[in-house]
């Protein structure tokens, strides 16, 4: 699987690594929770109502509308859409970089 010229730098941390963070984008794009925050989401009644049917809505709702924070399992800092379009605009707007006169 690995060619034999990089077998020395491929250790079992990077293979751990890299299953870990393959596993953790292909949850979040199928819209599952993790077995981690399940039990925080069905602590909280209402979290708890709204994934009755769709554990989706949770993890698409947090995607949206999560602070900036950083991300241990990926190593990077994340921030929710709209958080983002919505600090893009107002800097768009406040630093006017628009054509309109």
């Known amino acids: ?12 941390k990077l293979l751990n690594d890299v299953r870990n963070r393959i596993e953790i984008i292909s949850k979040r794009i ?10 925080a989401v069905h602590a909280n009644a209402m979290a708890s109502y709204l994934v009755l049917h769709r554990n989706f809505m949770i993890s698409a709702l947090h995607d949206r509308f999560k602070p900036k924070q950083y991300n241990l399992d990926l190593q990077t800092i994340e921030e929710g859409y709209y958080r983002s379009t919505g600090r893009f605009l107002k800097n768009v707007i406040a630093n006017r970089h628009f054509a309109i006169k």
Do not use: F, H, S, W
Not at 1 to 12: F, G, N, R, S
Not at 30 to 39: C, L
């Open 1 to 12: 699987m690995v060619d034999d010229k990089y077998k020395p730098l491929i250790t079992d």
């Open 30 to 39: 199928d819209g599952t929770i993790r077995e981690v925050d399940k039990a």
